[in-house]
């Protein structure tokens, strides 16, 4: 079986400081691990993945991740919030053989100005 | 380009009453999936269409069926709707080579 948690349901950070959003994951095999933003009302959309490589990963909008196979993470990350970055934040597993992505239940990031 | 669209937006319905959720996508994708999103629980999967002609059971799959149409289209169906169905739908689609989900705009179903 596969698992995501993200063991914060909400993070409170300044405009201009840097935020993290934890993730933790469960798999068997090699992870596929991917990041995905909602915003109010939206569908999700995508933000920046990790297949294989680089354990650094860089996405959409300055975010970026470090996958950490030893702590099995993978922490969200992004040097300077900005207010428009508040939203809900999903981290997401699979396993290298199956399809179905395992969500964990979402972090609520704000970023007060 | 209109990538993953879902029909309708917003739907209620008394318990007891079926419908069908309509997902369509236009980027050639070959795996289709559908998801429902409660508070606090992220999204779990209902059931998946890996290509066309094959479905498989998710996490949640109680209560609903599905048709894979064709490449394009996977539909997800409530036969007897009941409260605990109340909840936002997500369609998604994949390409295999590429691994990254897609998600339409949702449907927001009350069951009451």
């Known amino acids: 079986a596969q698992s995501v948690a993200q063991p914060e349901d909400q993070v409170n950070v300044a405009e201009g400081n840097p935020l993290t959003v934890k993730c933790t994951y469960s798999v068997s095999g090699n992870p596929y691990l991917f990041w995905y933003v909602q915003y109010p009302n939206r569908g999700l959309q995508f933000l920046l993945k990790y297949i294989t490589g680089d354990n650094l990963v860089k996405g959409s909008y300055g975010f970026e991740a470090e996958f950490n196979k030893s702590q099995t993470s993978f922490h969200l990350k992004k040097p300077s919030a900005l207010v428009s970055d508040s939203a809900l934040y999903f981290c997401?597993?699979?396993?290298?053989?199956?399809?179905?992505?395992?969500f964990g239940s979402g972090t609520r990031l704000q970023v007060q100005p | 380009n209109a990538g993953v669209t879902q029909t309708p937006k917003f739907q209620v319905l008394k318990t007891g009453q079926s419908m069908t959720l309509q997902c369509a996508q236009d980027?050639?994708?070959?795996?289709m999936y559908w998801y429902r999103q409660d508070p606090g629980m992220g999204l779990r999967l209902i059931y998946y269409s890996a290509s066309e002609g094959t479905t498989d059971k998710g996490e949640v799959p109680n209560g609903y069926n599905v048709s894979r149409l064709n490449k394009r289209e996977f539909s997800l169906r409530l036969e007897s709707a009941a409260p605990s169905q109340t909840s936002v739908y997500f369609c998604?689609?994949?390409?295999?080579?590429?691994?990254?989900?897609?998600f339409g705009p949702g449907t927001r179903l009350l069951v009451l």
């Open positions: 997401a597993v699979r396993a290298g053989g199956r399809r179905a992505l395992t």
């Open positions: 980027m050639n994708h070959n795996s």
């Open positions: 998604a689609s994949s390409d295999g080579t590429q691994e990254t989900q897609y």
